[in-house]
């Protein structure tokens, strides 16, 4: 099992650039999500899904757009990178009757 | 929503010493708070959970503890060695039949255990 794999590690970007960071889990987890996670603030969540076809917002959305073809695929857009985008990002995943939260090695984005 | 405070926000003990976590939750309805610890450039580990239906767990030498009443819950760490210094998150949610997808997480507690 790789777990839960994130790709690109690291990114910069410009102002009003695209991207879509990718985070793909190969243990069969109904629920997928996205933190962000900035000096200070702790994780913070963007969106959930807790199956394929369905997502939701977390507390921080905006700016960032989600789809859940599959149940192993969770891509996490930015529609137009703004400098307070620059964090690390963490996908995570887990089981629906389980409570840990199994999380990828996580993606650094700078925003010039 | 829910709202999850963390203190301290630093700690620094020393070898052998005991350090403890403190945060406290808003929502009443939250059932579920887990620890998660993150060693520097790692990611989140869970360390250990506890349900509000259990006063305490403890694994080792670490312990959970939850007051539903006052809405807040700790980390104690026992005998604490070097590979122990990490930042320790707080969470809490309301996990309904058995789904733990809206975690709140505090904003972390970096322990430093000097030798």
């Known amino acids: 099992n790789a777990g839960v794999t994130q790709t690109p590690k690291f990114q910069v970007l410009k102002t009003g650039q695209s991207m879509t960071l990718q985070c793909a889990q190969d243990?069969?987890?109904?629920?997928m999500s996205w933190y962000r996670q900035d000096p200070g603030m702790g994780l913070r969540l963007i969106h959930y899904?807790?199956?394929?076809?369905?997502?939701d917002q977390g507390e921080v959305p905006n700016g960032y757009n989600v789809s859940r073809s599959t149940t192993e695929d969770f891509p996490l857009r930015l529609l137009s990178a703004a400098p307070s985008q620059t964090s690390v990002y963490f996908c995570?995943?887990?089981?629906?009757?389980?409570?840990?939260?199994?999380f990828g090695e996580g993606s650094r984005l700078t925003v010039l | 929503g829910e709202n999850v405070e963390q203190h301290p926000s630093t700690l620094s003990v020393q070898e052998g010493d005991s350090a403890v976590i403190k945060c406290t939750y808003s929502?009443?309805?939250?059932?579920?708070f887990p620890w998660y610890k993150q060693e520097l450039g790692k990611r989140p580990q869970l360390i250990i959970d506890?349900?509000?239906?259990?006063g305490e767990k403890k694994d080792q030498r670490i312990a959970v503890t939850l007051n539903k009443t006052a809405k807040h819950f700790s980390l104690h760490i026992t005998e604490t060695q070097p590979e122990d210094s990490a930042v320790y998150f707080c969470?809490?949610?309301?996990?309904?039949?058995?789904?733990?997808?809206?975690?709140?997480f505090g904003k972390g507690t970096l322990l430093t255990v000097n030798p």
């Open positions: 243990m069969n987890h109904e629920y």
């Open positions: 506890i349900r509000s239906n259990v």
């Open positions: 899904s807790v199956g394929a076809g369905i997502t």
């Open positions: 969470a809490a949610t309301m996990n309904s039949g058995g789904s733990n997808y809206k975690l709140t």
């Open positions: 995570a995943s887990s089981y629906p009757n389980t409570g840990e939260l199994f």
């Open positions: 929502d009443s309805a939250s059932n579920y």
